[in-house]
């Protein structure tokens, strides 16, 4: 069987990968499957390290449930308390504050870390 060691370079990622296809079809309880195992352990550990992948925006993140789910930006508006409030955020005028990033999350179970992002605003 072949020696698994840590990824630190793009040479060990690639020699990772390709070992993994060649493991990919291992029976569940054999070594080769441990191994495969491992190494899909390692891989992702690299990748998250070398390939981070940033929180979306807040605003994208409402308009993706919104239009995910047929809703309006009235209905935006009703759950962070008025229409204009929602207008300001959708237009990158304002953020949410906490109260409104708890409702949100509560009502729309957008998750708190991207509704928490700073929005990029516009003058």
């Known amino acids: 069987m072949p020696n698994i060691k840590p990824i630190h370079t793009e040479a060990d990622y690639e020699d990772a990968l390709e070992l993994m296809g060649e493991l990919w079809d291992a029976k569940e309880g054999t070594e080769a499957h441990d191994q495969l195992e491992l190494?899909?352990?390692?891989?992702?550990?690299?990748?998250?390290?070398?390939?981070?992948?940033?929180?979306?925006?807040?605003?994208?993140?409402?308009?993706?449930?919104?239009?995910?789910?047929?809703?309006?930006?009235?209905?935006?508006?009703?759950?962070?308390?008025?229409?204009?409030?929602?207008?300001?955020?959708?237009?990158?005028k304002a953020g949410l504050s906490l109260k409104q990033i708890r409702i949100l999350h509560a009502n729309w179970n957008i998750p708190a870390d991207i509704l928490i992002q700073p929005v990029e605003q516009t003058a």
Do not use: C, H, T, W
């Not at 409402?62 to 300001?88: D, I, K, P, T």
């Open 39 to 92: 190494l899909g352990i390692l891989v992702d550990k690299y990748e998250e390290q070398r390939f981070p992948i940033a929180a979306p925006d807040p605003v994208a993140a409402v308009l993706f449930y919104m239009e995910q789910n047929g809703l309006e930006r009235a209905e935006l508006g009703r759950v962070l308390g008025s229409r204009s409030r929602a207008s300001e955020f959708i237009n990158r």
